[in-house]
């Protein structure tokens, strides 16, 4: 292996991990990707996602695990996240609902960043919590802008369709009514990078019986401000 560290397995784990960055790959991937053996890379990854470095998406494919969102933010190397913490305090306290900031990992998304609602009820969505990308408004706002043929594989088992991903690109937010949880909404916003392109969702979420039928009346415009305000962050990254 060229300019190894002298530490095979280490050199081999990192050449795995190297592999799913650039997005899902399944076990034919990896050995493609990477040059291991077929044995050798199910190993490695087996003993990854044991550790919660690899994760699975919903077609059983490896993908970055949560742990490495966690350590990202605890080596204060992620600079969406240092700038998230304050802005979703802030929206939490404007809007007095739970706030998230989610990305994407595949098919899934992951809570990189979140501010819980103090007292009373209040949907609780950990940092690290994995969630599916057929349901909610953030899985909608991490999708809308997407290419046709990634959209269009990605609607086919999701709660919501093509025309109300249409109305998310022109309004530049979505809400959710019980999508991916029975008594629950929630209101997204993109965050875009340098590029331009959608790096992550700013949510707040809470029981329906408090957010109401038409949860982006209440909070759209807090929800957009927050997360116009962290691509502002970004850009001057």
């Known amino acids: 292996m060229d300019n190894g560290s002298g530490v095979g397995v280490l050199d081999k784990l990192s050449l795995v991990l190297g592999a799913l960055e650039s997005g899902p790959q399944s076990l034919a991937g990896l050995v493609a990707t990477t040059g291991l053996s ?13 550790h919660r470095l690899v994760a699975r998406d919903f077609q059983g494919r490896f993908i970055l695990g949560p742990r490495v ?40 998304r992951i ?3 979140a501010a819980e609602r103090l007292t009373g009820l209040r949907d609780s969505v950990p940092v690290g919590a994995v969630l599916s990308m057929q349901a909610g408004s953030a899985a909608q706002v991490l999708l809308a802008w997407e290419d046709a043929d990634r959209l ?9 369709t093509a025309t109300m991903l249409a109305a998310v690109r022109r309004r530049g937010w979505a809400m959710s009514i019980g999508e991916r949880e029975a008594g629950v909404a929630s209101v997204s ?12 969702a700013v949510s707040i979420s809470g029981p329906l019986e408090r957010l109401g039928r038409q949860p982006g ?4 415009a807090a929800v957009v401000a927050t997360a116009e305000r962290l691509t502002e962050a970004l850009k001057r990254t």
Do not use: K, W
Request: glycine share 4%; with cysteine.
């Open 217 to 220: 009346r209440l909070h759209a």
């Open 69 to 108: 969102v966690e350590l990202a933010a605890a080596a204060g190397e992620d600079r969406l996240i240092a700038v998230a913490v304050p802005a979703l305090n802030a929206l939490r306290d404007a809007t007095s609902e739970s706030a998230q900031l989610y990305r994407r990992q595949g098919d899934q």
């Open 152 to 160: 269009h594989r990605a609607l086919s088992a999701a709660r919501f």
């Open 111 to 113: 809570c990189v960043a």
């Open 38 to 50: 077929r044995p050798t890379a199910h190993r490695l990854a087996m003993a990854l996602e044991h």
């Open 189 to 200: 916003a993109p965050v875009r990078g340098p590029n331009n392109r959608v790096v992550a």
